[in-house]
């Protein structure tokens, strides 16, 4: 069974500092995508990484895959309280037709 | 937005009672998915349909069963409601997970069991 294992599960910044979430794997993933979620709502996708190592940045969110596709990471520049929602990870495995989460990270940005 | 919506938005029921959660969608997409959302959970997959008729259990389908008899439309049941079975449910669709597209998810439906 493959599982991920997201890190921190809460996290509670002030606007303007940065920060970094983890989705980590002892399993190989053919991609992992990230959404988020706000509450009453389902989650709307964020970004897809395929390749290992790849980089990819939307705004100040810049999200990157693992060189060995097991792990990956959202790192948010200057935070602001728009930011404050529910980040979760999820896998795809080889040939997969569902996806993995991982249990999420809720963040807060204060003002 | 993607079209899909979940019904009922919210349900509180009784322990033993028959609950069924429907899924519909307007996107003509293969993928259904239905989970479960609990705190420190994240999303666990229940079942999935890949197709008409053609369904497949997740990682926490114990307790619940699924029907889909038209493309649009995809069943939740759960025969005899459980208070562990109090969660909010997310359906989901795809195109094709294969290709990395994006799952849409509808709103959730709100489910208490007292």
């Known amino acids: 069974t493959q599982l991920l294992e997201q890190s921190p599960q809460f996290l509670s910044i002030q606007e303007g500092e940065n920060l970094t979430v983890y989705c980590n794997s002892s399993s190989v993933f053919s991609s992992l995508q990230w959404y988020r979620q706000e509450p009453g709502e389902g989650p709307v996708l964020l970004v897809t990484?395929?390749?290992?190592?790849e980089v990819k940045k939307l705004k100040r969110l810049t999200f990157q895959f693992g060189d060995a596709r097991k792990d990956s990471s959202l790192h948010i520049t200057a935070a602001q309280p728009g930011d404050t929602g529910l980040y979760l990870c999820?896998?795809?495995?080889?040939?997969?037709?569902?996806?993995?989460f991982g249990q999420g990270t809720r963040l807060t940005i204060n003002p | 937005d993607a079209g899909i919506t979940q019904s009922p938005r919210h349900k509180v029921t009784e322990t033993g009672t028959p609950v069924t959660l429907r899924c519909h969608q307007t996107?003509?997409?293969?993928?259904m998915y239905w989970y479960r959302q609990d705190p420190g959970h994240g999303l666990r997959l229940i079942h999935y349909s890949y197709g008409v008729k053609d369904t497949d259990k997740g990682e926490v389908s114990d307790g619940y069963s699924v029907s889909r008899s038209k493309t649009e439309d995809f069943l939740l049941t759960l025969e005899s409601a459980t208070s562990s079975q109090t969660s909010v449910y997310f359906c989901?669709?795809?195109?094709?997970?294969?290709?990395?597209?994006?799952?849409?998810f509808g709103d959730g439906t709100r489910l208490s069991i007292l």
């Open positions: 999820a896998g795809r495995g080889q040939g997969a037709q569902k996806l993995v």
């Open positions: 989901a669709i795809s195109p094709d997970p294969k290709s990395n597209q994006p799952q849409h």
């Open positions: 996107e003509n997409h293969r993928y």
């Open positions: 990484v395929v390749t290992g190592g």
